[in-house]
């Protein structure tokens, strides 16, 4: 099936930016959309950015303005790049991807996660 591998986690000081990548493998498959939910300790996943395509971006209102998605549709690859970071924007970021596998009707994939640290 479709696997989705995050990167780019990490520890970072209030106010500053840090780059997730999601790439999508397998041996054939089709995305529709790619995208970013995050979920902090006691709170539901919630999403943070989503893209059909290669530029239509939607983001939920916390973080308008301060992160930015974008895809290389030919990598297979969907970026988050956040800035302005906040003590609340600490969670743990997955991608998902909504895709066809190479057998079967489309399905929705998670990635692992990771963990983003927004602390001094």
């Known amino acids: 099936q479709v696997r989705l591998v995050e990167s780019g986690g990490g520890l970072v000081e209030p106010g500053g930016s840090l780059r997730l990548s999601c790439v999508a493998s397998?041996?054939?498959?089709?995305?529709?959309?790619m995208g970013w939910h995050r979920q902090a300790p006691g709170k539901q996943r919630e999403m943070v950015a989503f893209?059909?395509?290669?530029?239509?971006?939607n983001y939920a209102d916390p973080v308008k303005g301060r992160f930015t998605i974008s895809r290389d549709v030919a990598k297979n690859t969907v970026y988050l790049e956040m800035n302005s970071l906040k003590p609340e924007d600490t969670a743990v970021y997955y991608c998902?991807?909504?895709?066809?596998?190479?057998?079967?009707?489309?399905?929705?994939?998670w990635g692992q996660g990771t963990q983003v640290t927004v602390s001094s």
């Open positions: 998902n991807s909504y895709a066809f596998p190479e057998r079967g009707p489309l399905q929705l994939y």
């Open positions: 397998g041996s054939s498959f089709s995305i529709t959309q």
């Open positions: 893209m059909r395509g290669n530029s239509d971006a």
